[in-house]
């Protein structure tokens, strides 16, 4: 009797796993298997809304509102309070309230929620906003309207694309008789070294991104970022690299223009990435090792009267058809925009060597309220 189709395959199941414990697979067994990813949790409470300290998420998305004719104070009030309830529910890795997709809520992917306010939100309640209501344009912005502006903002981040995605679908969901999508943004960033420990990450360039932050949990960071109500501001920058032209580049002329090494993320002065820049070194003909040009020495604290921001970034690639747009979701968060965040954007905008291959092509800037406690909700203090 002729064996029937299914336990044909059975048969070649059988044999393929018998060839995993033979010859074949020795080498595969041999190899060093990953651990599984660590299973991580954010408390979504707290005096600031924690999405801001956390690293930089492995997946992200940033949603713009407009407001709609009719909402006002007491409006407002309404959808953060629905935001709360599903900002503490989906962090802890439970269906929000309503929520039609509850087997996508999943726990331990560090999913966090950050909420800002656009200085139209401020205008309703009454206030003003802790930001302008606009950076000036630089001389080389190329801003679109796409990406630029807004009432209001979430930031969500996990490790997981499916967390993230299903979060913003309840909040937009939530928003609908208030506010609706203004621009959306996705991006992806690896914050993990090969051996499970934290690292600061790659832009598209290459470049190592982020070195010179203040660490988080420090008088400098909280001097950097917080402001006295436990909130902080942040300017979101979409910045179109140019990959095809930087990488005609030779790596030496690279890393003349960052003045730091790709490798390592060294300054060029160092000799590892957090190194301080040592920028009166010469070379043998008496030119600056790290040029005047420099990213790295134009951003420095030191070159801008000790201002300091709290960065991190996003990388993005757009698709339309067979064409693909390649950037950065620069996300800059301090205590003062004007204070502290432009007069560095200046700076660069007017001589930093990246502006040959970089173009913003978006720009918007937030407040972002303190954080939540149990009871409580994103913004009570500013619609009580």
Same mark, same amino acid.
């Given at each position: 009797?002729?064996?029937?189709? =299914? ?17 074949? +697979? ?9 651990? $599984? ?37 007491? &409006? ?21 309230? /309503? ?12 999913? !966090? !929620? ?24 630089? =001389? ?5 309207? #796409? ?15 499916? @967390? ?29 070294? $090969?051996?499970?420990? &934290? ?15 203040? #660490? ?11 402001? #006295?109500? /436990? ?31 790709? @490798? ?16 009166? &070194? ?8 790290? +040029? &005047?040009?420099?990213? #790295? ?69 937030? !407040?972002?309220? $303190? ?14």
């Amino acid at each position: 009797m002729k064996p029937s189709r =299914r336990q044909l395959f059975g048969y070649a199941g059988a044999a393929a796993a018998g060839a995993a414990v033979t010859g074949g +697979a020795v080498v595969a067994l041999d190899q060093p298997v990953p651990p $599984p990813p660590a299973s991580r949790l954010i408390d979504p409470y707290g005096d600031h809304q924690p999405g801001v300290a956390a690293t930089s998420p492995r997946h992200a998305e940033l949603v713009a509102f407009k407001l709609l004719p009719g909402t006002d104070k007491a &409006a407002l009030a309404r959808l953060m309070r629905l935001w709360s309830a599903d900002i503490v529910a989906l962090g802890n890795g439970r269906p929000a309230p /309503g929520d039609t997709a509850p087997e996508l809520a999943t726990s331990g992917v560090a999913l !966090t !929620t950050t909420v800002g306010f656009g200085p139209r939100v401020f205008e309703l309640a009454g206030q003003k906003a802790a930001g302008p209501d606009d950076l000036p344009v630089m =001389r080389h912005d190329r801003l679109q309207n #796409a990406w630029s502006g807004g009432d209001l903002l979430i930031v969500v981040g996990a490790d997981d694309e499916l @967390s993230v995605v299903h979060a913003v679908r309840r909040l937009v969901a939530d928003a609908k008789p208030f506010a609706v999508p203004a621009w959306r943004q996705t991006g992806f960033w690896n914050s993990t070294g $090969p051996d499970g420990g &934290a690292i600061t990450g790659r832009n598209l360039f290459g470049q190592v991104d982020g070195t010179g932050n203040p #660490a988080v949990g420090t008088p400098e960071f909280d001097a950097t970022v917080w402001s #006295a109500d /436990g909130g902080t501001t942040l300017v979101v920058r979409r910045v179109e690299l140019n990959l095809d032209t930087w990488d005609e580049l030779t790596r030496s002329e690279q890393e003349r223009a960052v003045g730091r090494k790709l @490798s390592t993320g060294a300054p060029l002065t160092g000799t590892a990435e957090h190194d301080e820049l040592d920028l009166d &070194a010469r070379d043998p003909d008496g030119r600056p090792l790290i +040029a &005047a040009n420099a990213h #790295a020495r134009l951003a420095h604290h030191s070159e801008n009267d000790g201002r300091r921001i709290f960065r991190k970034g996003l990388n993005y690639v757009h698709d339309t058809g067979t064409t693909r747009e390649s950037g950065l979701i620069f996300l800059s968060y301090q205590a003062d925009i004007t204070s502290q965040f432009f007069p560095l954007l200046a700076r660069l905008d007017a001589a930093d060597a990246l502006n040959e291959w970089t173009t913003t092509i978006g720009s918007a800037t937030f !407040t972002i309220p $303190p954080g939540l406690h149990p009871g409580g909700w994103i913004g009570q203090k500013l619609f009580s």
